[in-house]
Structure formats: C-alpha cells, structure tokens
C-alpha cells in the first residue's frame, strides 16, 4: 500500500466530490499546521499535496486517491488571521459541509503544532470531531523543531488541552524526518480495513 497515489479532485461544493466509493480519512487543522506536508510523506511524494508558508493555501477539500483503495484528505485550514469574516465562514462551511455529508468517510484527524498549545478552534474541531462519532486521533506535526525533553513536555499539554482519553490516539510526526511515518501508515491501513469491513456488513 501507498504504492500509486494521485490528486484525483479539488472540490469546492458536494456535487464536485469524487464519488462515495472508497474510505476516505479526511485531515482538519489549523491554517500552516502542516497538513500538506504531512500528506506529501504519508504518500511519499513531495510536491503532490501542494504546501506554502503562506497560511490559508488550502481552501477547498482535496481528495488524494491512494492505490485506488482509499482517499487522503486535505481539508481547508481555520484560523487564519488575515481573511475576512465572510471568508472564514466561507471556509467553516466547506468543512462543515464535507463532514456532515460524506457517508463513506471513516476517519477525520485533528493536525496540531507540535510546539504550541492547541487553539480554542482546536479544541472546538475536537469536540466536534468526538461529537460526530469518530475516534479522536491527533497528530502533532514539526517534531523536529523541538528538543526530546520540550516535546515530552508540549505534548503533554496536547494532551491535557484536548482531553485526549487515549496516549495511543496521539501521533508525534516529523514530515521532514519521517519520524513515526511509518507507524501512521500502519494506522491509517487498519482504519481502512476496519471501514471497508463495517461496509460489507452493512451491504450484507
């Protein structure tokens, strides 16, 4: 697995999706939390997932096909400062639109900043993405800005800020050094599984 992957749709409304035929885990996060990059490594492709130091790049839902097996998600990043209010409802509509209305999504993971404190719109798509059902994983991005001894301490924060029940549901990633890359693979694989399984039962 991830052996082929392609961005196979850039999305703005419903009727722009690809069609409801694979799993597909979707990433939500902060505007330059890393999500782009984090994609890019999962897939191990370095520019497919377009990134930019400039906060605010994604503003639609892009759909990366994996193996034709199942779709990576790159949602539009929130808090971004330097838009207007009608632009950041905008975009919280994008969002809202996609979680609510995808029946064959099996997985939603919060992004956050390795070396800062989440947001309150962190905590708050937290608290949305437990609400709607999913399981609460959380990647913790840019691992490799920190020290061992500041990275044990901030996700201990993480943890603590976002109430995070499981130690487990926790992934410390470094995309630039591929630190834990393969063991989110791993996970990744497993969800897919589990929700390609939970759709055979349904059909039968």
């Known amino acids: ?28 996060g ?12 999962l897939i191990q492709r370095k520019n497919l997932a377009r990134t930019s130091s400039k906060p605010g790049k994604t503003r639609t839902v892009n759909f990366y096909n994996v193996d034709e097996a199942f779709r990576l ?20 509509t994008t ?13 939603v993971i919060l992004v956050v900043d ?19 059902g999913f399981t609460g994983f959380v990647v913790a991005t840019k691992t490799d800005k920190l020290s061992k001894n500041k990275l044990n301490k901030t996700l201990s924060v993480i943890r603590k800020s976002l109430k995070i029940a499981d ?15 393969e063991y989110l693979r791993e996970q990744i694989l497993a969800i897919v599984e589990f929700g ?7 059909e039968d």
């Open 196 to 202: 390609e399984n939970n759709k055979k039962e349904e």
């Open 73 to 92: 998600v790159d949602l539009p990043g929130y808090g971004y400062a330097s838009v207007s209010k009608s632009e950041k409802e905008k975009w919280a």
């Open 114 to 132: 390795s070396r800062h404190e989440p947001s309150v719109q962190d905590k708050q798509m937290y608290e949305w993405i437990l609400h709607l």
């Open 167 to 181: 130690r487990d549901l926790l992934f410390p990633i470094s995309s630039e050094k591929k630190t834990n890359m």
């Open 1 to 28: 697995m991830f052996n082929e992957s392609r961005l196979e749709k850039i999305a703005a409304l419903p009727e722009q999706y690809p069609p409801s035929d694979h799993c597909e885990i979707a990433f939500a």
């Open 95 to 107: 969002i809202e639109t996609y979680l609510h209305n995808r029946d064959n999504l099996c997985e």
């Open 30 to 41: 902060r505007s330059n939390v890393g999500k782009s990059s984090l994609i890019n490594g």
